[in-house]
């Protein structure tokens, strides 16, 4: 293979390999390896750790929940006119591109107390969302919802939709067919989706310290404690970033063999 | 709806077919209109192209019709969504369900009506009169192609319909096995005893499954008859090339 | 003068601020070859490589704490107005992350600090030349314009039914709040803890927070939308804030010059403009 590669691309690969591959290795190079199970054992980077890990299950559970309906949607509208199709494809897409940061300020407009939303809620249900964990989550599910949306709209694309007429000529109702035919056949791609939903929510750092604020045990994540660390203690923030690079790797490789099997063949 | 009805050898009266349709698909508008008694099969026979699926997925409800009805017996089922109208399909691929094995495609039908481990059950004796029992774990992928025409067919029956649409049932296989797998179908068929019409572009397959044939040729009925009818006065070239051509 | 982004205020990604500050980095190298250049040829005395209008171009980067903000845009452009050749570039940020940026090799001619242990961090580095004080600071409770929750004084930061920001302890102007909360007897109960001072105030104009603790320079800084509320013992909590020219600089004279005047009477009256205190 890597003879039939001309040398400037041979190059250019191996820089982006150097690029994607290098800033981790520092980071296990210049761990304090020694002092971390010190580091680790704190409280305050246990506390981090609960809260990322609560708060980004429950906001993958949430974009399951409400990203599968979604995908169904966007993949349903491959029919629709342009313009609505568009506009439906663009308003997943916003939160992608979006930086997160500009997303937190923008869920602080809607939902902090002066919001539109924030607001109403304040003084019906005496309910305030930013300085919340579940302000935490929903700034989560806001930058990762997209990620598991386009993952399970390109497994519903690619499955067979005779699948779900034969369902229905076998007596399956809508939701059955949902059920019982699309879901199962789009089960790989709404864990890869889900993977991915989780390392973004775990990850997740500007919208989060804007609409969240950074409050240990309640709205401080992982990745907030690594930034706020960097500042007074560099090696307590390595090991939380150590940590976090080590969160990755497992969720990715221990989920890895459950998806990709796949559909039996 | 009785217990008795979900057996595979259960055989009571059985209502008509009476189609009336007419829908598009692009920019070609297909008009059919046809009875269809049970026992006595009716192929729909004619090219490529000529509308002869379309015209079953517009009886099973699966496209909307731009005009006319379709009914069984006296009920009519315009407007029905295709799980309410007791029509099986056997799709010309068979499309299986390729994540549940074959015991769980044959068991659907009655899944949707209740549970799992009932559903299993039910689909024993439909395993057993299929020959499917010992492929009962399998999955669609590691079936042949006469295997997964049985369980599409198994499948669709265990359903209890009271029309069996088949669509090219016959493509899909292989040409050594298919006048075995033929002759099967044909026993199959005359089993369940309602009202059934196939789609075909075989003379062979119509001869052997059918009563009687009704010719499709873009998108509008040019003949209806027996095939002896039909050699007896070929309506249209079609019609003749294709009857000369089956009789090598 | 130009102003970087933000160097602490949370970004988009997780990406370190710091690459923001390597790409002004690689834009003054690139002015500093020019002027290198230049200078070869030139064989004019390198007495003083600011001052004059004849003199090539030269960039003085800065980091100040986000409190300074207002006072050292103002001065900057005092600054250059007085040295034509001279291109000052702000980043303004929390004072720890700051200092950790610079220790980590950021491309900074001077570093200005609200309080005096990150700039010993810098100092510890070898990299800052005689730091100086040259303004204080005390703190404020700042409340959104018209006090809507009703704050008095620091013991309603202790209600936890009031949203409360404070900066984190490991900024100057938490340490500084936590040392006035301590040494009144308040047990505050805040809702955030800000990277830095300006984050803390954005939330206040906001109206996120009903009340929150920062630099009385702060108040005036956020315009109409955010008061000042004076508290009994603010006095005795002063931050100091170092300047130094930082021993890297590109260019140490033009660094040095800066110093000179953020220091001399002009920053002298600049910064008492803005509500701080003399050294």
Redesign the interface.
Known sequence: MAGRLSWPVAVAAGIALAVLVLPPAALVLRAPWADLPELLARESVIQALVLSFATATLATAICLVLGVPLAALLARAADWPTLPRRVLRAAVTVPLVLPPVVGGIAMLLLLGRRGPIGRLLEEWFGVTVPFTTGAVVLAQVFVSLPFLVFAVEGALRSA?R??E?????????RW?VFR??TL??V?PGVAAGAVLCFTRALGEFGATITFAGSLPGVTRTLPIASYLAMQSDPDEAIALALLLLAVSVIVLLGLRDRWLPG??? | MTDAAARPDAAGPRPALHADVVVSRGDLEIAAAFDVVPRHPLAVIGPNGAGKSSVLSAI???VPLESGRVRIGTRTLDGL?????????V?QDY?L????TVRDNVA??T???GGRTAARAAADPWLERYGLAPLAGR?P?ELSGGQAQRVALA??LA?EPEVLLLDEPMSALDVEVRAEMRTELATHVREFGGATVLVTHSPADAAALADSVLVLEAGRVTQRGTLDELRAAPATPYVERMLAASAD | MRRMPPATAPTATRTPRRHLAVAAGILAFATASALTGCASTGASSAASSTGRADVAPTTVTVFAAASLTEAFDTLAAQFEAEHPNVDVVLSYGGSAALAQQVVEGAPVDVFASAAEPPMQAVADAGLAVDPVVFATNTLELAVPAGNPAGITGLDDLANPDLRIALCDPSVPCGAASAELLARQGVGAAPDTLESDVKAVLTKVSLGEVDAALVYRTDVPAAGGEVEGIEVPGAASVVNRYPIAALSEADDAAAADDFVAFVTGPTGREVLADAGFGAP
């Open positions: 067979d005779r699948t007429l034969a369902a229905a000529t076998l007596g399956a109702s059955q019982f035919v199962p056949l089960a559909v039996r063949a | 099973a409800g699966l969504p295709p799980e309410r109208r007791r029509i099986g399909l799709f499309v369900f390729p994540h549940l659907f039908a899944r949707m009506r999955y992928a499948r669709a359903a």
